[in-house]
Structure formats: C-alpha cells, structure tokens
C-alpha cells in the first residue's frame, strides 16, 4: 500500500506565501508524475502544478508566474511554494502521484489541505 501524506496548508493574507508539502511512503518502487491539485465547493478539481521525475514542469496558467512545484526524488517528496497568494487560490489541495509498486502503476491521492487567502 502506498500512502501520501500532505502538510502546510493554512490560512493566510492575500500577498502571502505558503508552502505545501507531499510525502509518499508505503511499497513504492518508482515514482513518474506528481503533482497538486485543487477544487473549490462546487467545481471540478483542476491542475494546479506537476512535475516529472526528470524535472519537467506544467503549470496552469492562473498560477504562473506566482507558484513553484519542485520535488525531492530521493525523499519522494514534491513542495508546492505559493508566493503572491489571491482569495481566489482559496481552495482544497490534493496531491497525487503515479507510483509503480510490485504490483501495478496507479495513482494514488492524499486527503487534502485546506488552503484559506483572506482579503
């Protein structure tokens, strides 16, 4: 079993930061694609940032320019630092990572940290 576990959510000014952290730990053998997402009440759960195992990055528009995914291979551990946060980054967020154990490739998700910029 595979677990991912995330911290760092909070609530916060508009214009401030905060760092989000996911770590994976269980049967892994590899990890591909990680990444955050987010979903507000009511609305689907978007892409926020991912990152491949060879440092590639993705982006949504909305967040470019103000957030940085990066991830720690060894430690299987990606961080999402959010700088020049708005009430409309307002949102759950939810890690998820693509994970190879024994026996399959799936993804697995995390429960989710809230995430509250204040006006």
């Known amino acids: 079993q595979v677990q991912l576990v995330e911290s760092g959510g909070g609530l916060v000014q508009a214009g401030g930061s905060l760092r989000l952290s996911c770590a994976a730990s269980?049967?892994?053998?590899?990890?591909?694609?990680m990444g955050w997402y987010r979903q507000a009440p009511g609305k689907e759960r978007e892409l926020v940032a991912a990152i491949t195992s060879g440092g590639i990055t993705n982006y949504a528009d909305s967040v470019k320019g103000r957030f940085t995914i990066s991830r720690d291979n060894a430690k299987n551990t990606v961080i999402l630092q959010m700088n020049s946060l708005k009430p409309e980054d307002t949102c759950v967020y939810y890690c998820k990572a693509r994970v190879s154990s024994r026996w399959s490739i799936r993804d697995y998700w995390g429960q989710g940290t809230q995430v509250t910029v204040s006006s």
């Open positions: 269980g049967s892994i053998v590899s990890i591909d694609a």
